[in-house]
């Protein structure tokens, strides 16, 4: 049982670039989602997905963009990185919304630098 | 909104001491709270919940407490390991403000020193 797979562990951008962030689960979780960790911000939610076809809109979702096309994957593209993305980045999963009875799972983050 | 105001940190305790950590809430409707702890290079994980008023939570000796008339979720353990060194996080999951997503303090980072 792998759980929440996220790849790649650390990334170095330049100013302007793109990519992509992969998150993959293998519980048949209908509810994922992205949040952004910094230092004395806590986690924000970037942008969640409530099943297959279907996203929405976080606190912080300029400059990110997501789709989900398969239950099992939950990309997140940065269109041109900036220096204010720099952070490590969480993918998390769960049966519904707000966790039910066994919590979020999550990933063990991708930390990104953007120079 | 709905929000989260935990303790700040960082708080450095001995081996068996008492631990507190102070969390309260702002949200609108019935909200779910939680404790998350990420140890060092991990991901977050699911410590305890509790859904409604002066529902207990609890897990490997650590508790919590809903209580609706102050808004407040303090974690507790009565003795402290080493082992506990982690970043704890209180969260809450509302379907008002939230929309049932969870929304998280900004953490508090607890050393137990031996």
């Known amino acids: 049982n792998a759980g929440v797979t996220q790849t790649p562990k650390f990334q170095v951008l330049k100013t302007g670039q793109s990519m992509t962030l992969q998150c993959a689960q293998d519980?048949?979780?209908?509810?994922m989602s992205w949040y952004r960790q910094d230092p004395g911000m806590g986690l924000r939610l970037i942008h969640y997905?409530?099943?297959?076809?279907?996203?929405d809109q976080g606190e912080v979702p300029n400059g990110y963009n997501v789709s989900r096309s398969t239950t099992e994957d939950f990309p997140l593209r940065l269109l041109s990185a900036a220096p204010s993305q720099t952070s490590v980045y969480f993918c998390?999963?769960?049966?519904?919304?707000?966790?039910?009875?066994?919590?979020?799972?999550f990933g063990s983050g991708t930390r990104l630098t953007v120079v | 909104g709905d929000s989260v105001t935990q303790m700040e940190g960082p708080v450095t305790l001995s081996e068996e001491a008492f631990l507190t950590i102070n969390c309260t809430y702002t949200?609108?409707?019935?909200?779910?709270l939680f404790w998350y702890v990420q140890y060092p290079g991990e991901g977050l994980q699911l410590l305890l919940k509790?859904?409604?008023?002066?529902d207990k939570g609890s897990n490997k000796g650590f508790e919590a407490t809903y209580r609706k008339e102050t808004t407040s979720f303090h974690l507790e353990k009565g003795s402290v390991q080493v082992s506990d060194s982690a970043v704890y996080f209180c969260?809450?999951?509302?379907?008002?403000?939230?929309?049932?997503?969870?929304?998280f303090g900004k953490g508090t980072k607890l050393s137990v020193k031996p």
């Open positions: 998390a999963s769960s049966y519904t919304r707000t966790g039910g009875n066994y919590g979020y799972t």
């Open positions: 519980m048949n979780h209908e509810y």
């Open positions: 997905s409530v099943g297959a076809g279907i996203t």
């Open positions: 949200a609108t409707g019935y909200p779910s």
């Open positions: 509790a859904t409604k008023a002066d």
């Open positions: 969260a809450l999951s509302s379907l008002g403000g939230s929309q049932g997503n969870l929304i």
